[in-house]
């Protein structure tokens, strides 16, 4: 049930609940009427836009402060924000508290997906000591896969040979690179589209990590060694038929860079 509510001495017929429904299932019969409950994508477009708080759905409250706007970023703060954001390889041996870890998860939770089917599950590694044993069995295997001679051909192979001799021959870890945290991101994979949805998920949290000042780093060593650590997929508690879509370190930098790297300029190809 979707539960739509509307406060008579608040409505003021404006229309804009309806207007701005992207299943056009919101009709403006004197007070909003659904027409197909069936139809509703569950968006929440028409609780966020109406201007007097005068409708619910789904069991939300309009009058929660908890769900009031906040100030926003303004256009040179979120440029910097984006343009000062590095690939942290180097980490402080320290854990995050795990409250600051959850609420950058449940703000990350509001990036959008395909359809909204809101499905992305993260997993997050809570504790240093826990991620480090995790990281070690990678190693240990991705090296075994080497002196089997089973690496993969190409790139990738080639990559995991330097990850199996980094690891053997000077016992550093480049996968997980002393991280505190390891976070993946996944979907079902029957999902309209369960990659980007992830990807996105994973954008959303790494700009919400910058701008605490925590470091962050997209782990493709980690994903490709997972071809060869098939034994690693069962420590992870995934649900049957879920699809990693990428995986991503973070945790307090122990680095700090001082300026913006002048990358660029955008390739555009501009149409009209």
């Keep these: 049930m979707l539960d739509l509510r509307i406060d008579e001495t608040l409505c003021i017929r404006c229309g804009e609940c309806a207007a701005d429904c992207p299943a ?22 028409c609780y966020a ?26 256009t040179g703060e979120l440029a910097n924000l984006v343009r000062m954001r590095r690939s942290v390889r180097r980490f402080q041996d320290e854990n995050l508290p795990w409250e600051r870890i959850e609420a ?3 703000n990350a939770s509001h990036a959008p997906t395909g359809v909204n089917a809101r499905d992305v599950l993260f997993t997050v590694t ?6 480090a044993a995790l990281g070690r069995e990678m190693l ?23 990850v199996a001799k980094c690891w053997k021959e000077e016992g550093r870890d480049v996968i997980l690179r002393g991280a505190p945290h390891l976070l ?21 949290f790494e700009l919400l ?20 650590c098939p034994q690693i997929l069962p420590r992870l508690g ?29 390739r555009v190809n501009a149409l009209g």
């Design 184 to 204: 993946l991101a996944s979907a079902p994979a029957d999902a309209p589209c369960p990659v980007q949805d992830t990807h996105i998920a994973l954008a959303t």
């Design 104 to 106: 950058l998860l449940q």
């Design 140 to 162: 240990d295997a991705v090296a075994a896969a080497k002196d089997a001679g089973r690496l993969p051909e190409g790139l990738v192979g080639q990559y995991l040979g330097w």
């Design 49 to 74: 836009v109406c201007p007097e708080g005068a409708l619910s759905i789904l069991g939300s409250d309009p009058a929660d402060p908890a769900w009031k706007p906040g100030p926003l970023p303004g």
């Design 24 to 45: 056009g299932i919101i009709t403006l019969n004197d007070l909003p009427e659904i027409t197909d409950e069936q139809g509703c994508y569950k968006c929440m477009h």
């Design 209 to 228: 990590a910058a701008s605490q000042g925590l470091g962050t780093l997209w782990d493709g060593l980690f994903m490709m060694a997972l071809a060869v």
């Design 238 to 266: 995934l649900p049957g038929g879920h699809q990693i879509g990428y995986a991503m370190l973070f945790g307090k930098p122990a680095v700090a860079y001082q300026r913006v790297a002048p990358h660029g300029p955008a």
């Design 126 to 131: 809570r504790d240093k000591a826990f991620t």
